[in-house]
């Protein structure tokens, strides 16, 4: 047997603490909500939480913006309450990843406020600044460098700009001073310390930038200084770590986590969910063999050299079911098609709250009720460019917000789906009075029933935890992949369409079936796949 690691055939779920659970009815999910949930991702089946930011915040950017590294944001709870969280989900053999969000501060944490208050300070050489003097050539603009609107604000007390190359509030720390660094393995060990065992790294592949700061993403030192959290912080602690990285291919991102590299562990590719749409607010026809075509290429490119992962939720993405499925007539069907083609590939698989009752997307009925900062910068922009109405614009948000995944888990079909009994902190019309922890627990055949035994059979099968991944045929929706290991195979067959498809299975008659999402699949020589079917052949 090889030296296997927890995490390769492990799930992780991910939990966005403000819309989980509400355990003092403030209408604001919290830690203690969290730990009164632990027994029911235990028998979900999970090996690992994710917890999205609950760090000091002015929540501009729901917590992403961080103004104390050390401390928790009251309304989610103390130190202990953490702690507690930390032993519960131990004690239950679950592990706690937290989300570590080091490209930037917000601009109310300390070091900023001293460094505008006192630009000799320290501090100001934590973060980027430009005179308009300093704007030449090839050096960026005030008024734009690339990233929708300038990435580069005003501060007029100092007659100086600094450098955010994402939200206003989110300013970017400067990695090349070695002070910066400390501070940040000294935080990171703050954590693990306490027994976090591990990170997902917000937009991690920022943190080293080129001179002209222009452009940004895997620029000059950024081995460097993950090979220097490695050695200082990851390795002695055995933690693990997930990059948030966009646009590489398997190529670039292996130069992060092969295995040789100490660097990272593993990370996330979004290929696949920015089928069928321009920028985030615009729908676009997509092909469906192009998402399993995407799939397959990270399978090839980074199996049997890192660790892969699969993930087809997260708090900035659509509901998949609403994306890639039908809400309608086959939620069901197409919530565990999506699942078992993905998370039985290779890898780590990350399941986002909620997925597992193949939730759909809640509607906003107004633009008032939108929350996030993407999407006011969005409202912002269209209505400044004044070729829009609202109504207009509203039919994109609804498309394209990251709201829809930031609505309330629903935790039965009583008041406020059991999150709250006060009115919760976002508001969005959820359609979740059957689909939802209590209904689906009852029954037998609903889209969570499904998660957990598609989870216990991943975990159980060595085929599928560790197996080689070949991709057979794909062809207008249908597919078919094979995993191998130790002289087994497992194939898994499906129908990513609405169609029903006539194949020949005659060379899988008789394997058993490890699971199906319609209760009479067979193998035939004309077996017809109906929509979205899916089987597990072994
Ligand atoms: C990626 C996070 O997932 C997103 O929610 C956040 O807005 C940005 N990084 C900035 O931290
Ligand atoms: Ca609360």
């Not at 944490?109 to 030449?136: C, I, M, N, Q």
């Not at 979740?432 to 627990?441: A, D, F, I, L, R």
């Not at 087994?488 to 194949?503: H, M, Y």
Request: charged letters at 25%; glycine letters at 8%.
């Amino acid at each position: 047997m090889e030296n296997r690691k927890w995490y390769e055939n492990a799930f992780v779920y991910q939990i966005y603490p403000r819309s989980f659970a509400d355990s003092n009815n403030d209408g604001i999910g919290d830690l203690n909500g969290i730990i009164s949930k632990l027994d029911y991702l235990k028998d979900l089946g999970v090996d690992a939480v994710w917890i999205s930011p609950f760090y000091a915040s002015p929540l501009d950017d729901c917590g992403y913006d961080i103004s104390d590294f050390q401390a928790i944001a009251p309304e989610y709870g103390t130190m202990d309450d953490f702690d507690r969280l930390l032993h519960e989900a131990h004690k239950r053999g679950i592990r706690i990843l937290l989300d570590l969000v080091v490209n930037h501060t917000s601009t109310q944490h300390r070091w900023f406020r001293a460094a505008v208050e006192d630009p000799t300070s320290k501090y100001h050489d934590y973060y980027f600044w430009r005179k308009l003097g300093d704007f030449k050539d090839g050096c960026g603009s005030p008024e734009g460098s690339g990233y929708g609107d300038s990435v580069w604000l005003y501060v007029p007390d100092n007659d100086e700009y600094y450098l955010h190359s994402g939200y206003e509030t989110e300013a970017d720390l400067n990695w090349d001073n070695p002070e910066v660094r400390d501070e940040i393995c000294n935080m990171i060990n703050f954590w693990l310390d306490r027994g976090v065992d591990g990170f997902r790294c917000d937009v991690i592949y920022l943190i080293s930038k080129e001179k002209t700061l222009t452009h940004f993403g895997m620029g000059p030192h950024l081995h460097e200084y993950l090979h220097e959290l490695y050695t200082r912080c990851f390795a002695p602690h055995d933690a693990i770590t997930v990059a948030e990285v966009w646009g590489q291919d398997p190529e670039t991102t292996l130069t992060m986590i092969g295995a040789d590299r100490e660097e990272l562990t593993m990370s996330f590719y979004f290929d696949h969910m920015g089928l069928g749409r321009i920028g985030r607010f615009i729908k676009d026809s997509y092909d469906r063999d192009d998402f399993i075509s995407i799939l397959a290429r990270w399978q090839d490119g980074i199996n049997g050299k890192a660790n892969n992962t699969l993930v087809l939720e997260n708090h900035d993405q659509s509901r998949i079911v609403s994306r890639f499925g039908n809400e309608g007539k086959y939620r069901a069907q197409s919530a565990t098609m999506l699942a078992a083609m993905t998370f039985l590939m290779q890898g780590t698989a990350f399941i986002y709250q909620g997925q597992e009752l193949g939730l759909v997307n809640p509607v906003f009925h107004s633009l008032d009720d939108i929350k996030d900062v993407e999407t006011l910068d969005y409202i912002k922009d269209m209505r400044q460019r004044g070729e829009m109405t609202d109504q207009e614009i509203l039919e994109h948000v609804k498309f394209g917000t990251r709201d829809v995944a930031r609505v309330p888990m629903p935790w039965s079909s009583g008041k406020n789906f059991g999150f709250s009994d006060a009115d919760p902190w976002i508001n969005g019309d959820a359609p979740y009075s059957e689909t939802n922890v209590e209904t689906e627990s009852a029954d037998p055949d609903s889209v969570l029933n499904f998660f957990k035994k598609m989870i216990a059979l991943k975990k159980k099968n060595d085929v599928l935890s560790y197996g080689a991944f070949k991709l057979i045929s794909k062809e207008n929706g249908f597919f078919r992949y094979e995993r191998t290991y130790d002289g087994k195979t497992v194939t898994v067959i499906g129908n990513f369409s609405e169609d029903v498809k006539k194949i020949d299975l005659s060379d899988l008659e008789g394997s058993s079936v490890l699971l199906s999402n319609y209760v009479d699949f067979s193998a035939s020589p004309n077996t017809a796949l109906r929509p979205y079917e899916v089987a597990v052949l072994g």
